[in-house]
């Protein structure tokens, strides 16, 4: 194969519709290819990916349905691409179907609480772009996450609806509210901000912030909270990319853009970054986040699990039996799906979506 490098520069920050035609068909043909090698993935291993690692695949779903009705039927190799997107939809139902029937059996009462969200119709996809702002970045943040599992899935399905049988949805409760608008979080907690708040929107939620009584937080909408996690979020993927990826960051890296992306923040689509993507992706089974020297750790931490019940290992992570990482696999084939959306949106000002 083509070296990637001498396609296109991996250091260039320039937006999209920089690309030229012809590099940005290169681009797009990396990414189809990426997802295609990730959906083999997931057609091996749907019995054994964890509910958060089939949420990702969905919102890749619905990222490629809407790229499907909006291509630009410009040439024919802009053509064959959609066609190539379309067999990998088709490629991908068949799978669900199956992730989902066994996520079913094995945790029956965790997938009952998000079930709403296994269907690639909750995902919203944006339909006009912004951007972060840096003076929005905290001036410190704490050093530990500042949320519990516990209590974030509790949040989320009293929002769904599913904390009781046929419970009443968009319930915010004050330790909810209080929790889900708390400044100066870190990583995993302020992602998990910034997905209440997106689930909210996507479930037809209104006014999450009712009730809340500060005065100093009086003129804040959802749209704010979400800009204030977003930019947050893009100083956390800076710091990481200035210290270097490591196995420790590189998750965290990819569900920001993952998420960002999918809340219509289109600076974190950066072509450097989707670089960084691909490349971690594993030639032989097509999945990400795989590696030996970690593996020995995680099966430790796997055993601790099952040894002590209660006390929760990082429920997003499942190491699969080839070695993969559910999570990273999940955010990976996501944030790509949101990469393809992008740049075809910005690809043709003239385009008219398909119907």
């Known amino acids: 194969t083509v070296d990637r490098k001498l396609r296109y520069p991996l250091t260039s920050h320039l937006p999209p519709p920089a690309l030229t035609t012809s590099s940005l068909r290169f681009v797009i043909d990396d990414i189809l290819g990426s997802l295609s090698r990730g959906a083999a993935f997931l057609e091996r291993q749907h019995e054994h990916i964890n509910l958060d690692g089939v949420v990702g695949f969905l919102m890749l779903q619905a990222e490629l349905k809407e790229a499907i009705r909006t291509w630009p039927h410009t040439d024919p190799v802009s053509w064959a691409q959609r066609t190539s997107a379309v067999a990998l939809v088709r490629r991908l139902d068949q799978s669900f179907d199956k992730a989902t029937n066994a ?40 050093t530990t996450e500042c949320y519990n599992e516990q209590l974030s899935d509790k949040c989320l399905t009293l929002l769904l609806g599913t904390w009781k049988m046929n419970g009443t949805p968009c319930i915010v409760t004050k330790p909810c509210r209080d929790t889900m608008t708390r400044f100066g979080c870190p990583h995993y907690s302020l992602s998990h901000q910034l997905l209440y708040f997106m689930i909210g929107k996507m479930k037809g939620c209104t006014n999450l912030l009712k009730g809340d009584t500060r005065a100093s937080r009086a003129n804040m909408t959802e749209q704010n909270y979400q800009k204030i996690f977003c930019s947050n979020m893009m100083k956390t993927n800076q710091d990481i990319i200035r210290d270097g990826l490591t196995e420790q960051t590189v998750d965290i890296f990819i569900e920001n853009i993952l998420i960002c992306g999918l809340a219509g923040f289109s600076d974190f689509y950066k072509a450097d970054w989707l670089q960084h993507i691909l490349r971690l992706q594993d030639e032989e089974v097509g999945c990400f986040g795989r590696d030996s020297d970690i593996m020995s750790q995680i099966i430790g931490d796997e055993l601790l699990e099952q040894l002590q019940p209660h006390r929760r290992v990082k429920r997003r992570e499942k190491i699969l039996p080839d070695g993969c990482s559910s999570h990273m696999t999940a955010v990976a084939v996501g944030a790509l799906g949101g990469y393809l959306n992008y740049y075809l949106a910005e690809q043709d000002i003239t385009k008219r979506p398909l119907s």
Not at 111 to 132: A, D, G, N, V
């Open 103 to 142: 996520l079913q059996q094995n945790d029956p009462n965790y997938y009952r609480e998000f079930e709403p969200l296994l269907s690639w119709t909750f995902w919203l996809i944006p339909q006009k772009w912004s951007s972060t702002d840096p003076s929005l970045v905290y001036p410190s943040t704490m």
